[in-house]
C-alpha cells in the first residue's frame, strides 16, 4: 500500500516525521515524502528515502498556493496513493484537496496544533477556526490530535464524525532518551561547564517561541542565581514569519551577561545536551504538544512552560515544575528562580517528568495508535 506523508518543510520531516515514516515501512507500507525539499531533504534523499519536492509558500500567495495544488495532484494521480496523510498548516489545506482531486482512498490530517488559539484576537481565530472546521468536515477523512485540548474541540464541536477523531498524543524514544545512557560530567565538560546551574531552551529561534522573554528574564534569574547558565539550541526554518537577531539581541547585553548564555545552533544531539543541563525551558505564545518538553522530561528534567494549550498538558505545577503567563518575563523568572534555588525541587520535579513521560508519551504508543488506523483501512481493502 503506498502511502504519501506530506509537509511543507524538509526540517518537519527530519525533527517529527521519520519515526512515523521508519515504522511504516517497517510494516510494508510503501512510504514517499512531499516537502520543500533542501539541503536536510536532500540528506534524507541521501539516506534511501523517496522524497518529492513540492515547494510551498508560507504566506497568503493564492498563485503560489494554486501551483503548488496542481503540482501535488499530478504527483497523487502519477503515484496513486492509497494514503495521503498531511501536516503543517498550510501544506495539509493545500494536500487535503489535491487528494480529493486526485481521488485517494484514505485522506489524513494531523494536527501537530491548531493554527487558531486562545491569544488570537477574537476575528482572527474565527476565521482559522472555520477554515479548520470546513477541512476537517469535507476535506479529511481521519484527523489525528498530539494536543487532546485539540482533539475535546474537535469532538465537542463536530469536526467529524466521532471515530474520525484519533487522539494521538505525542512522544519520542524511550530507548534514544534515557538519561543513564548518558554521562553527564563529560557532557558538561565538553560545554565548558562545570558546577553551574544550566537552563536550556531548543527549539527555532521566533518571537513566538519567547525567546525574547526568556532573554529578559535571564537578567532577573542572575540577580538570584549567580552561577546560572543559559544555553540556547536552536536555529531559523525556511519561511519563519518572526524570526529574530538573537546575536544583535545579546550583544546589547553588558558583557558579563553576554558570558553567561551559550548559543549552540541547530544540533543533533539533543538526549546528550539535556542530560548536560538542569532546567528546561519553553515561554512559548503558541503550541500544540510540544516535543521539546517531552523531551526535557524524558531525560529528567523540570519543566518551566508557558500556561498555554499543550505545555498545560506536559507541565504539572509543583509537581515537575511550573507554568507562567506568555509574553511575561517577569513571570518567567519567577519560575525559574523558584525551581533553581530549591536543589530539593530540581530532584523531586526531574525524577516526576521522568515518570511522566513513561506513562504518557513514550513514542511507541504514539506509532501504534497511528498504525491503527491505517492497518484497519489496509485490511478492508484486501477485501474489496
Request: aromatic content about 10%; overall charge negative; charged content about 30%.
Amino acid at each position: 500500500m503506498k502511502v504519501l506523508q506530506l509537509t511543507a518543510v524538509d526540517f518537519t520531516v527530519k525533527k517529527f516525521l521519520l519515526p512515523l515514516v521508519d515504522e511504516m515501512n517497517d510494516q510494508n507500507y510503501d512510504v514517499h515524502i512531499a516537502c520543500n525539499k533542501g539541503e536536510i531533504g536532500r540528506e534524507i534523499e541521501s539516506k534511501g528515502y523517496v522524497v518529492h519536492h513540492i515547494p510551498f509558500s508560507r504566506n497568503l500567495n493564492v498563485i503560489s498556493h494554486f501551483k503548488s495544488l496542481m503540482a501535488l495532484v499530478r504527483l497523487m494521480k502519477k503515484e496513486k496513493f492509497d494514503i495521503v496523510h498531511s501536516h503543517t498548516p498550510i501544506a495539509s489545506l493545500i494536500g487535503r484537496v489535491a487528494a480529493v482531486l486526485a481521488k485517494v482512498p484514505l485522506n489524513v490530517y494531523t494536527a501537530h496544533g491548531f493554527y487558531f488559539h486562545e491569544n488570537m484576537k477574537p476575528y482572527a481565530y474565527k476565521i482559522a477556526y472555520m477554515i479548520e472546521k470546513f477541512w476537517g468536515k469535507y476535506f479529511s477523512d481521519f484527523l489525528f490530535f498530539q494536543s487532546k485540548e485539540d482533539y475535546e474541540l474537535a469532538l465537542n464541536n463536530r469536526f467529524q464524525k466521532p471515530d474520525r477523531l484519533v487522539h494521538i498524543n505525542n512522544g519520542v524514544s524511550s530507548e534514544r532518551f534515557t538519561p543513564s545512557n548518558y554521562n553527564r560530567g563529560e557532557i558538561r565538560k565538553s560545554l565548558g561547564i562545570n558546577d553551574e546551574k544550566v537552563i536550556m531552551f531548543i527549539g527555532r529561534l521566533v518571537r513566538e517561541k519567547g525567546i525574547v522573554e526568556l532573554i529578559e528574564s535571564f537578567d532577573a534569574v542572575l540577580k538570584e542565581v549567580e552561577d546560572a547558565i543559559l544555553i540556547i539550541v536552536g536555529g531559523s526554518v525556511t519561511g519563519d514569519r518572526d524570526g529574530i537577531d538573537l546575536d544583535l539581541i545579546i550583544k546589547s547585553l553588558p558583557q558579563d551577561r553576554q558570558d553567561r548564555i551559550k548559543l549552540l545552533g541547530l544540533r543533533d544531539d539533543i538526549p546528550e545536551l539535556l542530560s548536560a543541563s538542569d532546567l528546561f525551558v519553553l515561554p512559548s505564545y503558541r503550541e500544540g504538544l510540544p516535543r521539546s518538553i517531552i523531551e526535557a522530561m524524558a531525560m529528567g528534567k523540570p519543566v518551566v512552560a508557558t500556561d498555554i494549550r499543550g505545555c498545560r498538558e506536559e507541565v504539572f505545577p509543583n509537581i515537575n515544575g511550573y507554568l507562567c503567563k506568555d509574553k511575561d518575563s517577569g513571570s518567567l523568572a519567577a519560575a525559574i528562580i523558584n525551581v533553581l534555588s530549591d536543589d530539593e525541587k530540581l530532584t523531586e520535579f526531574g525524577e516526576n517528568s521522568r515518570r511522566i513521560f513513561l506513562d504518557e508519551f513514550d513514542e511507541k504508543v504514539v506509532l501504534e495508535r497511528q498504525l491503527k488506523v491505517f492497518n484497519k483501512f489496509r485490511e478492508v481493502e484486501k477485501h474489496v
